[in-house]
């Protein structure tokens, strides 16, 4: 059966996935350092990891395989869900795939090359309401995709 793993820290976009969860009758592991309201339902549970760099990370890696979608902006997870037969979805709506997923670590390497040089480099653009519309479409698409390959 198809899981949802959620990079919960910072993830706008917990509610989206619990309703399309909830549509399918998907179960949801919402990852995250600390406590973190959720809601009290059958199918999500919140799992709480010990503070520090990659934890949830770790714990999500271990843990999700073919079938399942991670929802983070962390590139490295990303690859990592990839890598186990995931999907990995931004909360922006992106999807990462075995096409762009090493120019995303490229980028990601040059912004912290930059920043570590003393550059400004402006951060990512403000969650908008598209953002939110593109996410929901693509892991709708996403459970679609995942159960005709189950």
Aim: net charge neutral; aromatic share 6%; glycine share 8%.
């Amino acid at each position: 059966m198809t899981t949802i793993y959620i990079d919960a820290d910072a993830c706008p976009v917990k509610d989206e996935v619990y309703k399309v969860a909830g549509r399918y009758a998907l179960p949801v592991f919402v990852v995250s350092n600390s406590w973190i309201r959720t809601p009290a339902l059958p199918r999500v549970e919140l799992v709480v990891v010990d503070a520090g760099p990659d934890v949830a990370d770790d714990w999500i890696a271990e843990r999700a395989g073919v079938g399942d979608i991670v929802v983070t902006t962390d590139i490295p997870l990303a690859q990592r869900a990839l890598k186990a037969g995931a999907q990995a979805i931004r909360s922006n709506g992106q999807v990462f795939s075995h096409d762009n997923i090493g120019s995303a670590l490229a980028g990601r390497a040059i912004g912290e090359h930059l920043r570590s040089m003393g550059e400004i480099t402006g951060g990512p653009r403000p969650f908008a309401a598209a953002d939110r519309s593109k996410f929901l479409q693509a892991l709708d698409a996403a459970v679609v995709r995942a159960k005709r390959a189950g």
